[in-house]
């Protein structure tokens, strides 16, 4: 894998989380997700183009090269195997997880290599996305799922801060049990827990849900 620097990690792997959970990725997202300035990310962005790693295109749109995606992909792996070694060996919840993976993905590939047999050759991390490079399909999100059905959560789409931060402020976590009441304009309304939760359709179109085909 080409040597790059961790600031330039970041950049790849959320254009690659944005792709993954969005379809793309957009500059105005890059800046909310890493917290920083518009012109800051054009910035970066100009050096990851002139660096081969991405395309900008119309509409404030950027995307990965085949080189930059080889890149992203491979950090985005060994963070997830980090994430697993983090939840289930050191008992860390999944948020928390995400966050100190950061530091063990640049952990030498042998090591990563280690965790990941010791733990089974996992295929999805604590948030249900892919830990290995094959095709994982997207199913139904929680802005979608119809009305009075009892779903489980399978997966946070890409990880992205958005939906990380509020899923474990609501205790929404792969495995969830919870039933749509109902829907408006801007929230879905959902019953975890013997709780009642709005959930705002910017976040659950981030949230995979399986129903069950009786309504309950």
Do not use: W
Request: glycine content about 4%.
């Amino acid at each position: 894998m080409p040597r790059v620097s961790a600031r330039i990690e970041d950049y790849l792997t959320t254009i690659y989380r944005l792709e993954e959970a969005l379809g793309e990725a957009k500059t105005s997202d890059i800046s909310r997700e890493l917290g920083v300035s518009n012109a800051t990310v054009s910035k970066i962005v100009s050096r990851l183009e002139s660096r081969g790693l991405v395309i900008r295109e119309k509409y404030h749109r950027v995307t990965l090269t085949e080189k930059g995606r080889e890149i992203a992909r491979e950090i985005i792996r060994r963070h997830r195997i980090a994430e697993l070694f983090l939840t289930k060996i050191l008992g860390f919840n999944d948020k928390d997880a995400h966050y100190y993976a950061h530091y063990l993905e640049h952990l030498p590939s042998e090591i990563i290599e280690r965790i990941y047999e010791y733990l089974g050759k996992p295929s999805t991390c604590p948030h249900g996305n892919p830990v290995v490079d094959y095709e994982l399909k997207k199913k139904t999100t929680l802005s979608e799922a119809p009305d009075n059905k009892t779903c489980i959560v399978k997966r946070l789409l890409g990880e992205l801060r958005i939906v990380l931060e509020y899923a474990s402020e609501n205790s929404i976590r792969v495995g969830s049990s919870i039933k749509i009441l109902g829907k408006d304009s801007d929230t879905i309304i959902i019953e975890l827990s013997n709780r009642e939760i709005q959930v705002p359709r910017r976040i659950a179109r981030l949230i995979v849900v399986e129903c069950s085909d009786l309504s309950s």
